[in-house]
């Protein structure tokens, strides 16, 4: 291979997913750059603008000038970060949120479009020619926690998260069929009826393929949003995914406007416990019980998110 074919398949490549055709709406008003930007602020946890100058390579000049753009379009608020106020946090408005969600779409519907191209039967082998690409070009390199990005489910996502909390909470922890029957009713309730505003789903993506999750959704108490279904796959533990999971159901219900955010565990999940409690959560009670084959000790957490937080 030579420098020449790598970059005949990038010009390739970008015309087949219109990368350079702006005629086609794609993004508009904004660049593939600022569309970029508007994607990492809905989807990352980390939204210094340190931050983003480094998750995306950018020029300070260069990323100031688009967050300037974004904010005179209404789209972003900057204000002091709270673990450092050198720094600013960058967060997006519910304009903000609706811009990113509609380029997404597009997106979602541009590519949706060409893979429609793909006979099935092809389709896992052009998942593995590109899975083959992306691990090739990191040089053998270990997996690092910028290269876990955080997303809204696709499709085939929902019955990951069953199949997987299922697989891993038996292998793990003995746990039978009846916690897979609750993950199931869980998710399932949160496909059939939810409302964006309020709930929301994470999927953690590591080198193309699913290592996380975790859900927000609405609690019966009132202003109460409920923590559900934290995932981390064995092999990408280590690498903040649980931290960034949870910071983002965090800031999602305080954006939200909900005044406390809960959850329930069992005390066998202690490095879920000591998550939990990093970011604020407090034991509030907790009972015995006999559930999904084992005898276990339930605890529900709580986390005041009113006067908490950035």
Request: proline content about 5%.
């Amino acid at each position: 291979m030579t420098v020449q074919d790598i970059r005949a398949f990038n010009r390739f490549y970008t015309n087949v997913i219109g990368a350079l055709d702006y005629s086609r709406q794609l993004y508009a008003p904004y660049t593939l750059t600022e569309s970029r930007v508007l994607y990492e602020l809905a989807h990352s946890t980390r939204t210094d603008a340190a931050d983003l100058r480094t998750e995306l390579s950018l020029d300070a000049g260069y990323l100031s000038r688009i967050l300037n753009k974004f904010e005179q379009d209404g789209l972003i608020e900057r204000t002091p970060s709270a673990r450092d106020p050198r720094r600013r946090r960058v967060t997006l408005t519910p304009r903000g949120r609706e811009t990113a969600a509609l380029l997404a779409e597009r997106a979602d519907e541009s590519v949706g479009a060409l893979l429609a191209t793909v006979p099935s039967a092809d389709r896992p082998r052009l998942t593995e020619a590109m899975r083959t690409v992306r691990t090739l070009l990191s040089e053998g390199r270990p997996p690092r926690r910028e290269d876990v990005l955080l997303r809204e489910p696709g499709p085939g996502d929902l019955g990951w998260i069953v199949a997987r909390n299922a697989a891993l909470y038996a292998a793990e922890y003995g746990f039978d069929a009846d916690y897979e029957a609750l993950v199931a009713r869980i998710v399932a309730d949160f496909a059939q009826d939810h409302d964006p505003q309020l709930e929301r789903v994470w999927i953690a993506e590591l080198d193309g393929r699913p290592v996380g999750c975790v859900m927000c959704v609405r609690d019966e108490a009132p202003a109460t949003a409920r923590l559900r279904l934290l995932l981390v796959e064995p092999e990408a533990r280590g690498l903040g995914i649980g931290d960034r999971l949870v910071s983002a159901v965090v800031d999602f219900a305080r954006g939200a406007g909900y005044r406390d955010l809960v959850l329930w565990t069992n005390d066998v999940l202690a490095a879920a416990r000591r998550l939990y409690q990093r970011h604020g959560f407090v034991l509030a009670a907790e009972k015995p019980h006999r559930s999904f084959g084992r005898d276990l000790n339930g605890q529900d957490w709580r986390l005041e998110l009113t006067g908490t937080g950035e």
